[in-house]
């Protein structure tokens, strides 16, 4: 919901009653992740998206009709076999989709989460979808890290249950579909609740005010990323050369990420790139990030022999082989990479690989589904 929350929180400020469908699950190719969601405004009009245009027609009606109701629907969208025609998805996926009327009436706890997620709060919602009482359906917990649950679900059971497990989700900045049982049961099924998890961005720290950088941060910035750059040389590391960085930090690199790890700052969504290839810098840095918590990915740049050296280095100090192997170095994908704009696609392509386990090859050469 967060591409379309300006929209949403317009209408909803001015007392207007809004159609929301949110995909709460996906199955296979589906286009678009949990948590993207599509308006119906007060005059008509569509914002946001689905399904990237396969079933936004359909969704756009249901809205239309759930306004009409007060009732909420979840629906599945597919590929029919039996009928070519019929509304669904030419990527052959399924997408389920929840659709439900928003205004102040039926959330009004949604101003409050849009200033959370404004400012950068972690905060998750977490809805019921689905229920054998449909007088569940709809029913709603806010959750925020170290304090109590806003709302009920309809049990104290289900409301202790899915606050432990939405907060779980909360921290990895991830949403996704929990089932239960009707009153909470864990290992059964009957009530499905969508836990839509709105965490500050994720962060990439980029160490080495070199030029390689400057496009490194600009892509990580296009990825979503929060990007900070670090050097301890105060004429590179300047805003100027770094626009695109979210901060320009001058410090020495191992003691800023130390700082940083200490304070909480770093989680297992965080990025470390290490652009700097001067053992002066970056084998005290890759000593405290590779020993540090889990990461999501810490890369270096370097010729063969520079990682060798490297490795070398890092051994020499102490640094254990189990945490050597979470080292990628030379970081990125072989692209045939020369300009500092190639190299950082490069490396954001290794990255994303990493994050949903890509493999890197062509799709044109691969057998089987495009998403695993």
């Known amino acids: 919901m967060r591409e379309v929350l300006t929209e949403l929180m317009q209408w909803y400020d001015k007392g207007e009653t809004v159609g929301v469908g949110t995909v709460v699950a996906t ?18 009009e569509a914002v946001g998206s689905v399904s990237g245009g396969c079933v936004e027609g359909a969704v756009y009606e249901l809205a239309g009709e759930v306004v009409e109701s007060g009732t ?28 439900e009327k928003i205004d102040k009436q039926t959330f009004p706890e949604l101003a409050s989460v849009a200033d959370d997620i404004a400012h950068e709060r972690p905060v998750a919602v977490a809805t019921v979808v689905d229920h054998p009482d449909s007088a569940w359906v709809g029913r709603r917990l806010v959750l925020r890290p170290g304090q109590d649950a806003v709302g009920d679900l309809g049990s104290d059971r289900a409301n202790s249950a899915v606050a432990d497990d939405g907060a779980g989700l909360l921290a990895s900045g991830r949403s996704a579909t929990l089932t239960y049982g009707p009153d909470g049961q864990r290992l059964d099924d009957g009530m499905r609740v969508f836990v839509s998890a709105f965490a500050p961005p994720p962060r990439m720290l980029v160490f080495g005010a070199i030029d390689f950088a ?15 750059v670090c050097d301890a040389r105060p004429v590179f590391a300047t805003k100027t050369r770094f626009p ?23 989680d297992a969504r965080t990025v470390i790139t290490v652009l700097t290839h001067d053992h002066k810098f ?11 918590p889990e990461v999501a990915y810490i890369g270096a740049m370097g010729s ?17 082989e189990e945490k050597l192997a979470r080292l990628h170095s030379p970081l990125g994908l072989d692209l045939g990479a020369r300009t500092p704009e190639e190299t950082a696609i490069s490396i954001a392509a290794e990255i994303i690989a990493r994050q949903w386990g890509g493999s890197g090859s062509r799709l044109g050469e691969l057998e089987g589904r495009i998403h695993a």
Do not use: N
């Open 214 to 228: 400057a496009a490194v941060a600009k892509v990580g910035s296009f990825l979503g990323y929060r990007v900070t």
């Open 282 to 292: 970056d084998v005290p840095l890759l000593e405290v990030a590779l020993q540090a």
């Open 72 to 99: 909420p629907v979840l629906q599945r969208y597919g590929v029919s076999d039996d009928d070519a025609f019929a509304v669904g998805l030419t990527c052959g996926g399924i997408l389920d989709v929840y659709v």
């Open 244 to 266: 695109d960085a979210d901060e320009v930090v001058v410090d020495w690199p191992h003691r800023y990420l130390g700082t940083e790890i200490e304070q909480g700052h770093i």
């Open 27 to 44: 199955f296979r190719s589906a286009p678009r992740p949990p948590g993207a969601s599509m308006l119906v405004g007060p005059g008509g």
């Open 304 to 320: 063969r022999r520079t990682h060798e050296d490297r490795l070398t280095r890092l051994r020499e100090i102490g640094v254990p």
